[in-house]
């Protein structure tokens, strides 16, 4: 398992690693994306459907009604929030495994709610207000050889 | 024309019967969604969580009870609409395969239905009996619920344009989620309005977002949650005042957003001016929200129209509407309708 500490001092600090991991990304890769109310997960995954192809004039919104919102880039990207699930068997009747299986991105907010469910080969996210001062940090970990790929060519490029 | 009409693209399974009025307005015979008492006997009267967003569990008892609310069998229905998207495939397929199925049975035309255009045509439903003018065109629609937030020219039944929309979180999905942050628990969003009466919104200062000429007609609220994070770093507040001052001073930088952004729509150069100002969605059931779009109405001598809390909510009613109006305008959908995910307007 290898790991990635960032500070991001602002929200377009989030946007920007979004967009250089959304320039990286392969079918069928999994993001696991945590952190609380307010850190920057939407935002994260805004930069990251930029670097993925999607246009700047398509709104990528929260999916935590919606459960689950699809983007078109150079592959599919679907976006999916488990904030509102109560329980581990509804990601089944959700599809969501499925997504990515059929050739595009997913990106999972709210992963840590349900480990039993979580894919183990993935590359996993934690947003998280620093103990004191402004920004974010970001903690990347990989999981599995795709995303301890990822994670150093991330890491060549920021 | 009776029509039956299904609904299952969120976490509400649903279905209504309705008949037109001579005004546009439809009548609703009958109007069940899953989470409503009564519905759950075989759960021993559960809670309504634990069925919501099973669908499939769901879609045959809340089909046959709205039959029997409205006191029709199917032989007596003349159309079907179901709702097409946006959201899960999953969910949706649920109540399109039902609707799609009972059309196919009886030899009855089907259509599809956007499900925010049902939202826009409730202002349109009626109890029997209820015989209030609807809302005349062109008119200005102010979409707000936990899903999506939207400004919407309604230029006539089925024809839309769409002004300005959410760049992050919907408008329902900030008062819940800041309700979180408040220990208020979660869905929220009725607390953070009822605490809101009793609080200054003066009380703190937060961002009044999306003010910039590249802003235009849209909306954001996350910077909004976000605001309300920091003041709420060492967690949910323990001062009553304090608590009614946080509601009252977040609702009032919401609904200030809203009605600026829908004060913004109603002041840009159209050829036909709107000539009416229509709310709908779960969030048009926030007092605060009902009574500033209110003042705003009056001030710029529009009528205002809200449905009531129940059809502004998920429901199939609406659906049964939308769909009315386009059998009538001759649309029909064959056995290939399908469910999309994504579905512009």
């Known amino acids: 398992m290898s790991g990635l500490t960032l500070h991001l001092p602002d929200v377009a600090a989030t946007r920007r690693l979004g967009r250089t991991l959304g320039r990286l990304l392969q079918p069928g890769d999994v993001l696991g994306l945590d952190g609380p109310l307010g850190a920057g997960k939407t935002s994260l995954v805004q930069g990251l459907a930029r670097g993925l192809g999607v246009p700047a004039r398509v709104p990528v919104t929260s999916p935590t009604f919606t459960l689950l919102c699809e983007y078109q880039g150079r592959m599919p990207l679907y976006h999916a929030d488990l904030y509102r699930l109560r329980e581990a068997a509804e990601l089944g009747e959700l599809g969501l495994w499925e997504a990515a299986e059929a050739g595009g991105v997913l990106v999972v907010e709210w992963l840590a709610r349900f480990p039993e469910a979580a894919p183990p080969e993935r590359l996993q996210i934690e947003l998280a207000f620093p103990p004191s001062g402004p920004g974010r940090q970001a903690h990347l970990t990989g999981r599995g050889r795709r995303a301890a790929e990822l994670l150093q060519a991330l890491a060549l490029l920021l | ?345």
């Open chain 2, 1 to 345: 024309m009776r029509i039956l009409s299904l609904e299952s693209s969120c976490d509400e399974t649903a279905c209504a019967v309705v008949e037109p009025n001579q005004d546009g307005t439809v009548r609703v015979l009958s109007d069940v969604v899953s989470s409503q008492a009564g519905m759950h006997g075989r759960f021993g009267g559960v809670v309504p969580e634990i069925a919501s967003r099973h669908h499939l569990l769901n879609i045959i008892p809340v089909l046959e009870r709205a039959l029997a609310d409205a006191g029709v069998g199917l032989d007596r229905i003349d159309g079907v609409a179901v709702t097409r998207g946006p959201g899960l495939v999953g969910a949706l397929l649920v109540a399109l395969q039902a609707g799609k199925a009972i059309a196919y049975a009886r030899g009855l035309p089907l259509v599809g239905v956007h499900h925010l255009e049902g939202h826009l045509l409730a202002a349109f439903l009626r109890a029997p009996g209820e015989n209030d003018p609807p809302p005349p065109f062109p008119h200005l629609g102010l979409l707000v619920s936990g899903g999506h937030s939207c400004l919407v020219r309604v230029e006539d039944f089925g024809r839309y344009q769409v002004l300005g929309t959410t760049r992050d979180d919907a408008a329902g999905e900030a008062f819940d989620k800041v309700a979180k942050l408040l220990g208020l628990g979660y869905p929220g969003g009725p607390a953070i309005d009822q605490l809101a009466g009793q609080g200054s919104p003066t009380a703190f200062r937060l961002p009044r977002a999306m003010r910039g000429p590249r802003a235009g007609l849209d909306f954001s609220f996350s910077g909004l949650k976000t605001a309300m994070a920091a003041h709420l770093a060492a967690g949910p507040p323990q001062d009553k005042k304090r608590l009614a001052d946080l509601c009252a001073s977040f609702q009032a930088a919401v609904v200030e957003q809203l009605v600026r952004k829908t004060e913004l729509a109603l002041t840009r150069k159209a050829e036909t001016p709107e000539r009416a100002l229509v709310l709908s969605g779960g969030v048009a059931c926030n007092r605060g929200l009902r009574a500033a779009l209110r003042d705003l109405a009056n001030r710029r001598g529009l009528p205002f129209f809200v449905a009531p809390p129940r059809w502004c909510t998920d429901n199939a009613a609406m659906i049964g509407c939308a769909g009315y109006h386009r059998l009538r305008r001759g649309e029909r959908a064959d056995w290939t309708l399908n469910a999309a995910a994504s579905l512009p307007l």
